[in-house]
T-cell receptor, first 110, second 114 residues
Framework: DAKTTQPPSMDCAEGRAANLPCNHS???????VYWYRQIHSQGPQYIIH???NNETNEMASLIITEDRKSSTLILPHATLRDTAVYYC???????????FGAGTQVVVTP | ETGVTQTPRHLVMGMTNKKSLKCEQH?????MYWYKQSAKKPLELMFV???????ENNSVPSRFSPECPNSSHLFLHLHTLQPEDSALYLC?????????????FGPGTRLTVL
């Protein structure tokens, strides 16, 4: 699976958009980009995933660059409950394996 | 009850004990997973089951013994563990192992080995 690079931490003001970057320069054509988050001491929560096109759901938007070497997760209106570690994962799907890295610790402040 | 449940939520055991962790999913999924999350380390995949058959063993020591009696239940039997096995053990499930399929995680069992 392609490795991902994320900043270790970032702060965001409550009510503002949070833009979380992820680099995956070695991604191959059949690998999806997944985003999960983990609130302290809880199990990871699925957020969104995509292959080539940008995706949006009730939680977030995923913007994937045209060359697919990087992506951005956008939380449109961050709340205090969005404080968590956010994981960007690139996965080749046939094996079902999610390889988690260190993620980005996002702290939303009032 | 919906989603993925795990019991117990907390477990303290001695190195000579035998205990089991239980995971149950109410989502109609066919694939189930065990992950381990040690302090300050990323989640590590341990085992994958698909339609009750083990498809992945990520070089896990034999003191961890998984069991999947049906697609809804997954167990992790523990015996003669070491203190370094103390961690958060997470169960997950997905509809399949296929493309673009998300995994749903349970709340985890916090295990402490004395």
């Amino acid at each position: 699976d392609a490795k991902t690079t994320q900043p270790p931490s970032m702060d965001c003001a409550e009510g503002r958009a949070a833009n979380l970057p992820c680099n995956h320069s070695t991604i191959s054509g059949n690998e999806y980009v997944y985003w999960y988050r983990q609130i302290h001491s809880q199990g990871p929560q699925y957020i969104i995933h995509g292959l080539k096109n940008n995706e949006t759901n009730e939680m977030a938007s995923l913007i994937i660059t045209e060359d697919r070497k990087s992506s951005t997760l956008i939380l449109p209106h961050a709340t205090l409950r969005d404080t968590a570690v956010y994981y960007c994962i690139v996965r080749q799907n046939s094996w079902g394996k999610l390889q988690f890295g260190a993620g980005t610790q996002v702290v939303v402040t009032p | 009850e919906t989603g993925v449940t795990q019991t117990p939520r907390h477990l303290v055991m001695g190195m000579t004990n035998k205990k089991s962790l239980k995971c149950e999913q109410h989502l109609g999924h066919n694939a189930m997973y065990w992950y381990k999350q040690s302090a300050k380390k990323p989640l590590e995949l341990m085992f994958v089951y698909n339609f009750k058959e083990q498809t992945e063993n990520n070089s896990v020591p034999s003191r961890f013994s998984p069991e999947c009696p049906n697609s809804s239940h997954l167990f992790l039997h523990l015996h003669t563990l070491q203190p370094e096995d103390s961690a958060l053990y997470l169960c997950a499930s997905s509809l399949s192992l296929g493309e673009g399929v998300e995994q749903f995680f349970g709340p985890g069992t916090r295990l402490t080995v004395l």
